[in-house]
């Protein structure tokens, strides 16, 4: 087995589907401020957004070069402030994951 030296950080949040609009609306207003707060982040390589209208739940995957790197958006402010911002609007965090990558495809 081959590890790859890369970090994949999950956050799950879940919130009821009629509140879709609202989530996707802060997500959106989000990105203007986390996008480069995050980008300044030393060892990131990619970072996704998504949103499960039917299912209520939003996701924001990672890609760091070390765990390190990683967990850097623990203590980021702007994302602590965003979190805060869902949580008002009813959406319910799950743990954050950072788990070592096994194997990738292109």
Do not use: C
């Amino acid at each position: 087995m081959h590890t790859w030296p890369m970090v994949v950080r999950i956050s799950k949040g879940a919130f009821d589907p009629a509140r879709a609009d609202e989530v996707a609306r802060l997500l959106s207003e989000g990105e203007g401020v986390l996008g480069p707060a995050i980008s300044a982040l030393h060892g990131l390589v990619a970072y996704y957004v998504g949103l499960d209208r039917e299912l209520g739940a939003m996701t924001n995957v990672s890609v760091w070069n070390t765990l390190e790197d990683a967990k850097q958006m623990s203590g980021l402010q702007a994302m602590l402030d965003q979190r805060a911002r869902f949580e008002a609007a009813g959406v319910r965090f799950d743990p954050i994951t950072n788990h070592a990558v096994l194997w990738r495809l292109p």
